[in-house]
C-alpha cells in the first residue's frame, strides 16, 4: 500500500457503493427515523444520500475516469445476494453504530476488482488519490458523530427494534460525492451483470 502527502485539489471525494434495498432498506431506514425522533441522533441520516455500504472511499479523480472504472467492474460481475448480521459498534470517540453485513465469496471478489482497478488507474494517473482500505468492513452506518456512549444504550435499544438479518440482492453500483461540510450527492448507478455464466 503506497502512501503520498497528496496537496488536496478543489475536486470532491468521491465513494464506490451499495444502496440497501428491500426489507434492509426498510429496517435502516426504520432506524434512522427512530434514532432522529426519539434521541435526537441524525449526523448520519442527514449527510447521507441513503443506507449504504461503502465499497471504496476516499478516491480524488475526475468523475469521468471513476465513471469508467466502476461501469467496467459492473458490467463483469453478476448480480449477488449478501446477508445482514446484526449490529456492531465500534468504540472511537463517539460510539459507532453499524449493521453488519456477512462478507461471502461475491462481495470480497467485487471489493478485490474494484480495487485493482482503482489501483491501476492510480498508477498510470488517472485517479489522482487513492489508498486501498486495509481495515475496509462491510458495514452500513446508523449513527455516529452524534452519537454518545451516555446515549449508547438507549441507541442499540432502539435499533435493535429493526431486523438487520435479511437478505439483500446488490444489483447495482452507485457513486457518491461527499465532503466533511455538505451531504452526500449521489451521481450515478450502475446495474451488475444480471446475466448469469
Known sequence: MRTFNIKRSSKKLLAVVIELNGEMLDSALTAWNEL??????KFISSMSHAPHITLESNI????????????NVASRISAFSIKGNGLGVFVVDTPVVYIRWSKNNELLHLKTMLKDSLNTAYKHDEVELYNEDVNWLAKTTLAYKD???????DILSVCRLSHFKY???????SIYEYSDEYPEKKNISYRLNLNKD
Request: charged fraction near 25%; charge should be negative.
Open 36 to 41: 432522529e425522533n426519539n434521541l435526537s441522533v
Open 60 to 71: 480524488q479523480c475526475e468523475y469521468k475516469e471513476l465513471s469508467k472504472i466502476v461501469s
Open 147 to 153: 452519537s454518545s456512549y451516555d446515549k449508547l444504550s
Open 167 to 173: 437478505t439483500m440482492q446488490v444489483t447495482e453500483l
